[in-house]
């Protein structure tokens, strides 16, 4: 943990204990004022939900800037998943507190919500006015199928790492990643439980998977 | 309206869910029997939570406009800021735990599973929206754009609402 130049903590890992997530990151570490603007960019252009902010996440953090490597991305996603609420502001909250400490948290949220809500509001109030045009209406339903396709290549990103991962501790790993993808989609479109207990599910598969093939590798 | 019961009838619903959508079976049990909102107002609200900026949630903010005006929108924000926070204790026991195989294979087994629900919501979103070849086409052309990384994702969404604005 070190003191940033702006006075927040940030939770990088020293370099005497490096990260073994962070092998494929930029050395210089981003200024609160370069992550605010960063954050205000994806809060005023994500225009498209959940995929079109995730992919501007891992556009700025991981492909532009290098700030935080795909790796480290894909367990700050996982993680974000095990609290309530929102996940990407979960996330949003892990990387800024990473790169930036408590100030780090501050402007993120604040740098995503505020532009982000603003326009929301500002959208909701002419689009109530005008939601019975029929070209308001086209218009909307193709930005859902470009949405739908941008969050193909989201998701597709996010569960790469995972796979590629797998497939390099064994056929049978690989094939249990798979099924629970596969299996829980089955499970929630033919029995509709509450998605909860599909994740715990999901998760302990995946738990015991790895406890196994990290006992087996140690017994050879 | 009753502001604090508005707002913790806002935060129950964020608190007691996760992703996006979560927050929607709870808000439309409360809201329609607190007769504060109808389901027009759910419907448009999720639509255009759809095309504006930020996480699919702010379909929240959208929906507390329509049906309490600006300050039910800035409760709604409040709202969903609060419980998130709850990552930074997360966090604290992950650290603790992070080199462990089975902690590992506990975020990636919630991924898939989060990947694949991501996938099939959305996917009925598009067929109710009314799927034909046009559609399809977007969605084929949309993810080739963003999978190359060569067009910003705005003027994928740009151009897809003026193709679909003049071809209907």
């Not at chain 1, 502001?89 to 993120?108: E, P």
């Not at chain 1, 094939?175 to 909860?196: D, H």
């Not at chain 2, 309206?1 to 009838?9: A, K």
């Not at chain 2, 990552?87 to 989060?114: F, S």
């Amino acid at each position: 943990m070190s003191i940033n130049i702006t006075g927040g903590e940030v939770d990088n890992n020293s370099s005497s204990h490096p990260n073994p997530l962070r092998t494929d990151v930029s050395s210089d570490s981003p200024t609160i004022t370069q992550l605010f603007i960063t954050w205000l960019r994806i809060g005023f252009t994500s225009f498209g939900g959940g995929a079109v902010t995730q992919y501007l996440i891992q556009e700025n953090f991981i492909h532009k800037n290098k700030w935080i490597s795909a790796k480290e991305y894909t367990r700050l996603l996982g993680m974000s998943q095990i609290t309530p609420g929102i996940n990407i502001l979960a996330m949003t909250i892990l990387i800024g507190k990473r790169l930036g400490g408590r100030m780090g948290i501050v402007v993120a949220l604040l740098g995503l919500i505020v532009p982000s809500a603003g326009i929301t509001i500002g959208i909701t109030a002419t689009y109530a006015g005008f939601s019975e045009f029929p070209q308001v209406k086209s218009a909307l339903r193709a930005v859902f199928a470009a949405i739908f396709g941008i969050s193909l290549v989201t998701n597709w990103r996010n569960v790469k790492p995972i796979f590629v991962n797998n497939r390099k501790k064994g056929p049978l790993t690989l094939f249990v990643a798979v099924g629970i993808m596969i299996g829980s989609g089955v499970v929630y479109l033919f029995f509709n439980p509450p998605v909860v207990v599909l994740y715990l599910i999901g998760g302990l598969c995946g738990a015991i998977t790895y406890w196994r093939v990290a006992r087996k590798t140690k017994e050879e | 309206m009753d502001w604090p019961l508005f707002f913790w009838v806002v935060l129950k619903s964020i608190l007691f869910s996760t992703g996006g959508f979560g927050p929607l079976p709870s808000l439309h049990t409360d809201f329609i029997a607190y007769g504060w909102a109808g389901e027009n107002q759910f419907t448009e609200a999720l639509a255009v939570g759809q095309i504006t900026p930020g996480p699919n949630g702010l379909w929240v903010v959208s929906f507390c406009y329509l049906v309490a005006g600006f300050p039910g929108a800035l409760l709604a924000c409040l709202a969903l800021m609060l419980p998130p926070l709850f990552i930074v204790i997360v966090e604290r026991c992950y650290v603790r735990i992070a080199n462990r195989p089975t902690t590992h294979g506990l975020l990636d087994g919630v991924v898939l599973v989060i990947v694949s629900f991501n996938i099939i919501i959305l996917a009925n979103l598009l067929r109710s929206n009314g799927l034909d070849m046009g559609m399809l086409s977007i969605v084929v052309i949309s993810a080739a754009l963003a999978l190359s990384r060569r067009i910003s994702v705005n003027l994928i969404l740009l151009s897809a609402a003026v193709v679909g604005a003049i071809v209907g």
